[in-house]
């Protein structure tokens, strides 16, 4: 594969390209959500330059450190909150991001919408699922969810767009993705975010429409 971001960018977006021609012919779009924590600003310049949009954080405070200068200069950008966030920073990261991939448990959630009401953007937000069930990862648990999902929606009011998990490490993930798939079809959600720089095409296959692909991208961190 190519050595500059750029070129891992293009091969990286064939691939994702590939695989959901391959699940859907009709061709069902696939978001590519280039994680660039860790990375400074001049890591991240050359693909906007190359004219991709989507990236995705999982710090405010990083966040906060790296994107408001290049939000003036690409105003169109969509920036992803991919990491667990607490309800002291949920101001903060209403203002800086565009989509809220992990919201997780009720104060959050209720927290988050008085935050967006108050500023005055409505952000699409997914819901994280724990789905290996494991005790450090964030996420509702896997029987919670359909419940979850409806007081985010009917008690808080968030704009609930799908599900989101990081599945256990060391183990095939695709009876993971199915799962997700699985409880996002029961809660009667069209997104579906999994994949990331290792599985993201085996996600693909089990109906990713976002994939979030770090290292592949940018190198080791
Ligand atoms: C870091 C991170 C990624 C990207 O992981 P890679 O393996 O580097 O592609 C994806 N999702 C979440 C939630 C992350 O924290």
Redesign the pocket.
Known sequence: MSTDAPGRLQAIQAMVNRASKRFDPAGRPVKLVA?S?TFPAEAVEPLLDAGHRVF?E?RVQEAKDKWPALRERYPDLELHL??PLQTNKAREAVALFDVI?TVDRDKLAGVLAAEMNRAERRLPCYVQVNIGEEPQKAGVAPGETLAFVERCREVHGLDVVGLMC?PPDGVPPGPYFAHLNGLARQSGLAGLSMG???DFETAIGMGATVV?????LFGR?
């Open positions: 994680v924590k995705g999982n991919i990491g991939e990081i990331m720089s290792a979030r692909v770090g290292s592949a961190r």
